[in-house]
């Protein structure tokens, strides 16, 4: 029976199915060539979609923009200040009010739930562009950069996450993982490890699909044949900067260089960063952390990002071509 995504939600890839999700990277593939070539054709003509964004980014934005522009569309981008939402007006009655505006409704902001009740009140869809607990446009274009770095399917894939492995883009990440059959690991200090429900959950998909999952602080375990090491900050966005010492303390062994890329005996294991990433003291944060604490980075070496094995930039790109296929694929003509 053919897929139709139609008028549904992206707040979590714990909603899809493995066949759906593959549905999706295939469909932006073809965007993705057919932009290249020159032959991309509009299906969002007339498409009204409303941006939310109370945490500010730079390739969600970006991504969702480029991508309603090329398909036809119309945004309206609502900052952090830019409406009443949670000043004067609750998220029900806003969903209620967007909904019969706009076709669609992209949320970036703290709360799961807040994206939840959009999508439960608008009657539109709802795209998750980053809650505390899933990032799930960024896992999609995870995968589609994974398929185009390396010759196997994803299920021969062998992936490490390494660091702060239960933050939300870790989560997500193996979440879409364990759905598709990838060799997932999670490599990281046991403080900063996943919630048992968690993990119990993820072992589960695994279990159907033929994944296989590891949480380990073991960097053999983690790292031997990795096909792709990922790795994100430190700190997550709205986290006190208090916590700054401790997880520098925490994650400073797990810090990506090239002798852990050297580990996981793979001469074509490559890099992948969500970003934006401190690897050099040329940000207003680097340069601040880099003095308090006399580190020149923090979860990837210069060495490393800048070397040929690192994809981040592909992956940033990549967010638009699969932020266009969640839009054509649910609200598209």
Not at 5 to 12: A, F, G, K
Not at 181 to 193: E, F, V, Y
Not at 266 to 280: D, G, I, Q, T
């Amino acid at each position: 029976m053919p897929i139709n995504l139609n008028s549904r939600s992206v707040l979590t890839l714990d909603d899809f199915s493995p066949q759906e999700i593959r549905l999706l990277l295939r469909l932006a593939a073809e965007l993705k060539a057919a932009k290249a070539a020159g032959h991309e054709v509009a299906r969002l003509a007339g498409r009204n979609i409303a941006l939310i964004f109370e945490k500010d980014s730079t390739r969600t934005r970006t991504g969702f923009e480029v991508a309603a522009h090329d398909q036809g569309a119309h945004v309206t981008y609502l900052g952090p200040t830019g409406s009443q939402i949670g000043h004067k007006e609750s998220m029900k009655d806003t969903a209620r009010v967007l909904g019969r505006i706009y076709d669609a409704i992209e949320y970036r902001g703290a709360s799961q739930k807040a994206a939840r009740e959009l999508a439960d009140w608008s009657g539109v869809p709802v795209y998750n562009g980053l809650t505390d607990e899933a990032h799930p446009t960024q896992s999609l274009a995870d995968f589609m950069t994974m398929r185009e770095f390396t010759h196997k399917h994803l299920s021969g894939m062998c992936v490490t996450f390494i660091g702060d492995v239960g933050n939300n883009v870790a989560r997500s990440l193996a979440l879409g993982a364990v759905k598709l059959g990838i060799d997932m690991r999670l490599l990281g200090p046991r403080q900063l490890w996943p919630d048992a429900g968690t993990v119990g959950h993820l072992e589960a998909i695994a279990g159907r699909t033929g994944a296989r999952l590891r949480v380990t602080d073991n960097f053999e375990d983690g790292l031997t044949h990795a096909d792709f090491v990922y790795t994100d900050v430190w700190l997550s966005m709205g986290e006190p900067k208090e916590k700054w010492r401790e997880r520098i303390g925490l994650l400073t062994p797990y810090r990506v260089t090239a002798d852990v890329m050297r580990q996981t005996g793979n001469r074509h294991a490559k890099f992948m960063h969500c970003l934006p990433s401190f690897h050099n003291l040329e940000t207003t944060v680097g340069a601040e952390i880099g003095s308090s604490f006399a580190i020149d980075c923090m979860e990837v070496s210069e060495e490393v990002f800048e070397s040929e094995a690192s994809i981040v930039f592909d992956q940033a790109e990549n967010r638009m071509h699969t932020i266009k296929a969640i839009l054509v694929a649910t609200i598209g003509a």
